[in-house]
T-cell receptor, first 115, second 112 residues
Framework: DADVTQTPRNRITKTGKRIMLECSQT?????MYWYRQDPGLGLQLIYY???????NKGEISDGYSVSRQAQAKFSLSLESAIPNQTALYFC??????????????FGPGTRLTVL | AQSVTQPDIHITVSEGASLELRCNYS??????LFWYVQSPGQGLQLLLK??????LVQGIKGFEAEFKRSQSSFNLRKPSVHWSDAAEYFC??????????FGKGTRLSVIA
């Protein structure tokens, strides 16, 4: 079973709709992240959370919100989707200590299309 | 603020030829450096990482990278490229307690 899962894997929606992307992990990591990938732009950080009570904005948080429901779950919401939010979205996790310190483990991605 | 530059957007190499992908970072202290690979339609997989110690690090799939502090570089190399290496490659940097900052990526094409 995958350590980091994302649902849905693909979603097509219309402008103005509210969308939630979900991420779950079984790695036991405290830290979770949401990234957006656009061709030629690499990965841009949307939000991150270092523990259940900690939420931080990334470089492109406008138009997005997040919820950290539990250590293992981190959801990303688009309150009112717009076409330029069409992108590939990745969730990632990392540990805060040990041999894998700072190494991020990625989910398979969610491809979102906003019409 | 940290930043990562991957100067080459797209590189094409012949199968069996050597490969070097460039990465330059901007960060004041000793960084944590990573190379990830993304195959078409897939998520990101870690190739290798540098935290400290030996500046030449070995990774999976026959890749290696060398940390050069004087040049602020962490270039990725492979002596002989296989067709399955065609993918997008991302360099990333982090400090002790901040999320990774990624470069914009280099797309590698492999021709016969």
């Amino acid at each position: 079973d995958a350590d980091v899962t994302q649902t849905p894997r693909n979603r097509i929606t219309k402008t103005g709709k509210r969308i939630m992307l979900e991420c779950s992990q079984t790695k036991g990591h405290d830290r979770m992240y949401w990234y957006r990938q656009d061709p030629g732009l690499g990965l841009q950080l949307i939000y991150y959370s270092f523990d259940v009570k900690d939420i931080n904005k990334g470089e492109i948080s406008d138009g997005y919100s997040v919820s950290r429901q539990a250590q293992a779950k981190f959801s990303l919401s688009l309150e009112s989707a717009i076409p330029n939010q069409t992108a590939l979205y990745f969730c990632a996790t990392s540990d805060y200590a040990g041999a894998n310190y700072n190494e991020q483990f990625f989910g398979p991605g969610t491809r979102l299309t906003v019409l | 603020a940290q930043s990562v530059t991957q100067p080459d957007i797209h590189i094409t190499v012949s199968e069996g030829a050597s490969l070097e992908l460039r990465c330059n970072y901007s960060y004041g202290a000793t960084p944590y450096l990573f190379w990830y690979v993304q195959s078409p339609g897939q998520g990101l997989q870690l190739l290798l990482k540098y935290f400290s110690g030996d500046t030449l690090v070995q990774g999976i799939k026959g890749f290696e990278a060398e940390f050069k502090r004087s040049q602020s570089s962490f270039n990725l190399r492979k002596p002989s490229v296989h067709w399955s290496d065609a993918a997008e490659y991302f360099c990333a940097v982090a400090s002790g307690n901040t999320p990774l900052v990624f470069g914009k990526g280099t797309r590698l094409s492999v021709i016969a």
